[in-house]
Nanobody, 112 residues
Framework: QVRLVESGGGLVQPGGSLKLSCAASGFAVSSYVMTWYRQAPGKEREYVAL????????AYADSVKGRFTISRDNAKNMVYLQMNNLQPEDTAVYYC?????WGQGTQVTVSS
């Protein structure tokens, strides 16, 4: 059974950092494009970052470029999202995705 479980969210002050984790089971993250999305209150879910199957360059939404870094640990079957210089507009539930499978999400709140 394909499953994704996100963790690492929390409350952080503006300018702070968090690292989100996505634990995958039932498939190998090395074989798929893995994507992070987020959904803020009252807004539609939006793309944040993706990492390709091979060694290609990761891609980012313009709103997070230069602040967020997506990475993958094939041995642990994990995908990560390092988020630096967080701002209030980054507040959202963050989801890990592969094809049509979604995790339950992890809440990130940026507030002073």
């Amino acid at each position: 059974q394909v499953r994704l479980v996100e963790s690492g969210g929390g409350l952080v002050q503006p300018g702070g950092s968090l690292k989100l984790s996505c634990a995958a089971s039932g498939f190998a993250v090395s074989s798929y494009v893995m994507t992070w999305y987020r959904q803020a209150p009252g807004k539609e879910r939006e793309y944040v970052a993706l990492i390709t199957r091979g060694g290609g360059t990761p891609a980012y939404a313009d709103s997070v470029k230069g602040r967020f870094t997506i990475s993958r640990d094939n041995a642990k079957n994990m995908v990560y999202l390092q988020m630096n210089n967080l701002q209030p507009e980054d507040t959202a539930v963050y989801y890990c995705n592969v094809d049509l499978v979604w995790g339950q999400g992890t809440q990130v709140t940026v507030s002073s």
